[in-house]
Nanobody, 115 residues
Framework: QDQLTESGGDSVQSGESLRLSCVAS????????MGWFRRGPGKQREMVAL???????EYADSVKGRFTISRDNAKNTVYLDMNDLKPEDTATYLC?????????WGQGTQVTVSS
């Protein structure tokens, strides 16, 4: 069974940092691009960062220069390093993989940033 499990969310102050982790199981992790998305209060889900199998990356404009996505294929894990967090980063962060045109999501991890 394909599974994604996120962790690392917390309540922090503006300007602080967090590292989110997503451990994957049930599929050949190294063969798939991975993504982090988020859903803020009253907002639609949005892409935060993507990383391809060649470790090419893509970021939402709102997080460029502050967030870094990375992957460790030996650990089947994708990370999201978040620096200089802002209140508008408050959201549930979700890990994503698309396998044969089907989206798989983790349960999410909550990040709350207070000013």
């Amino acid at each position: 069974q394909d599974q994604l499990t996120e962790s690392g969310g917390d309540s922090v102050q503006s300007g602080e940092s967090l590292r989110l982790s997503c451990v994957a199981s049930g599929f050949a992790f190294n063969l798939y691009a991975m993504g982090w998305f988020r859903r803020g209060p009253g907002k639609q889900r949005e892409m935060v960062a993507l990383i391809g199998t060649s470790e090419n990356t893509e970021y939402a404009d709102s997080v460029k220069g502050r967030f870094t996505i990375s992957r460790d294929n030996a650990k089947n894990t994708v990370y999201l390093d978040m620096n200089d967090l802002k209140p508008e980063d408050t959201a549930t962060y979700l890990c994503n993989v698309v396998i044969i045109l089907k989206n798989y999501w983790g349960q999410g991890t909550q990040v709350t940033v207070s000013s």
